[in-house]
C-alpha cells in the first residue's frame, strides 16, 4: 500500500478515557435480547470485539425509559429492570481493555402503532407515511426525563458515556429532518435552529445529571432508511449551526453516518460528512460507511450477491483523510460483525485471513466456534 496506516494505531484520548487506537465499534442491532435485557452471549459479543483490537464499543441502540420508545420484541432497552444486564456488558468490555458507550435510542414514527402509544415530531413516520401522533410538549418532557434516566443508568453501570442516537430516521431524526417536522411551536419548522432544539435539550439535560466527565456522542445523518437523499443540512452553514447548538449544549464528540464515508458531501470540496462535521464544530468525529467493503450497509441487505473486500483501498483512503484531519475515529460495521479479529489483522497486515462479510452473519454467531 502507499499509504502510512500507522496513524490509525495512534492513542486518542477524550475526555477522562484515552483509546488504544482509532477503531470504533458502531451500534448495530443484533436482537441479542428477551424482554428488553441483553442475553449473555451479547456481552460475550462486546467482548470479544474488544479482545479482537478494538478500543472503544458504542452498543446497540438502547430504547430510552419511556413507554413509547420502541415495539420492537428484540428490542434492548435501558430501564431499571434491564439494568442489571447492561452492566454485564459494559464489565465484559472494561475487562478485555476496552472502553463502552451506550446508545440512547427511540424510535419516534417508525415504532408500529398497535397500542396507540406511538409518539413522533408531527405524526410522520417519514413523508408519506402517517403514523402515531405529535408528542405533546408535556410528553417531550416526559421525553427528556427517559433519556436522563436510562444516562445515569449507563453512568452507574460504569460505562464512559451515551451516544445519542438521532439518525437514520428514528425519533431525534424526525425533529432534525424539515420534511417529518411540521411544528410551530418553536420545536420545529424551517429553522434548523428549532429543528434541533429537543435534541440539544436531551444533550443538556444528560450533561446537567451525570457531570463533566461522562461522555456524550451525538451521532446524526443526512440519510435515512426511506430516504438516501434526505438532508438535515442543506449547506454548511446550515450544519455548522446545528453543530454549533449541540456543541454549547455539551456533546464532546459527533457520529457523523453515511453509507460510503469517502463520499463528497457538498460540490467543490472532497470532504465527506465526517470531514466538514470536524472543520465546522472543532470536536472529535467519527466517521463511518462501508469501510472495507464495496456495497453500502443497505446495498448488503437489498441486492443479490455479496458485498466483496475493499480492505487495503478503504485503509489508503482513512489514512489520507485521518492525516488531513478530517476524523478522529472510524467506525468500522459489518466487518466487525463477521471477524472480530479485524482490528488486529489489519495492524498486523494480515488482510488475506479477514473473514469477509456474509448476510448470513446478522442472524447468527455459530462461525466464530
Known amino acids: 500500500m502507499s499509504a502510512d496506516i500507522s496513524g490509525l494505531f495512534r492513542p486518542f484520548t477524550i ?14 442491532q443484533r436482537g441479542f435480547s428477551e424482554g428488553g435485557r441483553p442475553l449473555p452471549q451479547l456481552a460475550d459479543y462486546y467482548r470479544r470485539r ?7 464499543v458504542i452498543s446497540e441502540s438502547c430504547a430510552i425509559a419511556h413507554e413509547s420508545a420502541t415495539a420492537q420484541p428484540a428490542a434492548s432497552r435501558l430501564a431499571p429492570d434491564t439494568f442489571d444486564a447492561w452492566a454485564r456488558c459494559v464489565g465484559a468490555v472494561t475487562d478485555a481493555g476496552g ?25 410522520y413516520g417519514h413523508p ?17 426525563d427517559g433519556f436522563v434516566t436510562s444516562a445515569l443508568l449507563a453512568q452507574k453501570a460504569g460505562a464512559a458515556g451515551v451516544e445519542v442516537h438521532g439518525a437514520h430516521g428514528f425519533m431525534l431524526d424526525q425533529f432534525l429532518w424539515a420534511a417529518t417536522n411540521q411544528r410551530a411551536d418553536g420545536y420545529g419548522g ?15 439535560a444528560i450533561r446537567a445529571a451525570c457531570g463533566p466527565d461522562f461522555l456524550i456522542s451525538f451521532r446524526f445523518s443526512q440519510w435515512k432508511e426511506h ?21 454549547e449544549a455539551g456533546v464532546d464528540m459527533l457520529h457523523a453516518s453515511t453509507r460510503r464515508f469517502w463520499t463528497p458531501e457538498w460540490p467543490d470540496h472532497d470532504w465527506g460528512l465526517a470531514g466538514w462535521t470536524r472543520h465546522l464544530s472543532g470536536l472529535p468525529t467519527i466517521t463511518v460507511g462501508s469501510v472495507g467493503l464495496d456495497r453500502d450497509v ?15 483501498t478503504s485503509l489508503d483512503e482513512l489514512s489520507r483523510r485521518l492525516a488531513r484531519g478530517e476524523f478522529d475515529l472510524v467506525s468500522v460495521g459489518r466487518s466487525l460483525i463477521s471477524d472480530p479479529d479485524w482490528v488486529k489483522k489489519v495492524h498486523d497486515g494480515d488482510y488475506a485471513a479477514i473473514r469477509p462479510f456474509q448476510k448470513r452473519d446478522i442472524a447468527s454467531l455459530e462461525w466464530e466456534g
Do not use: C
Open 298 to 312: 443497505m446495498e448488503s441487505f437489498s441486492t443479490e450477491g455479496e458485498a466483496r473486500s475493499t480492505i487495503e
Open 99 to 123: 472502553h463502552m458507550l451506550l446508545q440512547l435510542w427511540h424510535e419516534g414514527g417508525l415504532r408500529k402503532d398497535e397500542d396507540g402509544l406511538t409518539l413522533s415530531a408531527s405524526g
Open 227 to 247: 430516504d438516501y437523499t434526505a438532508r438535515v443540512a442543506q449547506t454548511p452553514d446550515e450544519l455548522g449551526e446545528m453543530l454549533a447548538i449541540l456543541r
Open 190 to 204: 424551517a429553522a434548523i435552529a428549532d429543528r434541533v432544539r429537543l435534541p440539544a435539550e436531551i444533550v443538556a
Open 15 to 28: 475526555g477522562p478515557i484515552t483509546l488504544a487506537n482509532r477503531f470504533v465499534m458502531p451500534g448495530m
Open 128 to 144: 408519506g407515511l402517517q403514523r402515531g401522533r405529535a408528542a405533546s410538549p408535556a410528553e417531550l418532557g416526559e421525553m427528556i
Open 50 to 56: 474488544v479482545e479482537g483490537g478494538v478500543s472503544l
